[in-house]
């Protein structure tokens, strides 16, 4: 019950900050997907990322379970790489990135955490992802359909 509860503060903690985000960064000027991003001019710290899993397809599921996604990605430059931000869509999922830069050479993992509850039918989301690469932005996306429990 405490998971339980944890989990539902969580969620409504990062929808509050997400709207929040939103309101602060609606004046910031050019956007990718609706997100600003001023804070990637640091051309000297820039690296190259490959995604290995970008798209993930997690099939069909019964309404209330609960998926765990995994993005899988390499630090391909010469220079440590930053996660700075991964944001999901919607409150219905929750993002956790790499707090380390990634050496060179090495990988790491972005997860995503989505909760059926209500979410019937067929599901794509995405999770915005901020890094210190030239192009900076990123988009991941899982899909799922998610059947009525019986």
């Known amino acids: 019950m405490k998971k339980y509860a944890l989990l539902l503060i969580s969620l409504a903690l ?21 997100f600003a991003d001023n804070s990637n001019t640091d051309s000297a710290n820039w690296t ?12 069909t599921i ?6 765990e996604i995994l993005f899988h990605f390499k630090n391909t430059g010469n220079k440590p790489l ?8 919607c409150g219905c999922t929750v993002a956790e990135k790499p707090e380390e ?5 090495k990988e790491g993992v972005i997860k995503a955490a989505f909760d059926s509850q209500n979410k019937m039918g067929p599901n794509h989301k995405s999770i915005f992802v901020r890094t210190n690469t030239s192009t900076g932005n990123y988009n991941l996306v899982f899909t799922v359909v998610v059947n009525k429990k019986s």
Not at 24 to 30: C, E, F, S, T
Not at 62 to 67: I, R
Not at 82 to 89: F, G, L, M, Q, Y
Request: with cysteine.
């Open 82 to 89: 930053v996660i700075k931000e991964a944001r999901p869509s």
């Open 62 to 67: 019964t309404e209330g379970d609960k998926l």
């Open 101 to 105: 830069p990634i050496a060179p050479g």
């Open 14 to 34: 990062i929808v509050f900050v997400s709207c929040k985000n939103k309101e602060k960064k609606a004046d910031l000027g050019p956007t990718l997907g609706g």
């Open 48 to 59: 190259t990322i490959q995604w290995i899993d970008s798209v993930v397809d997690k099939g």
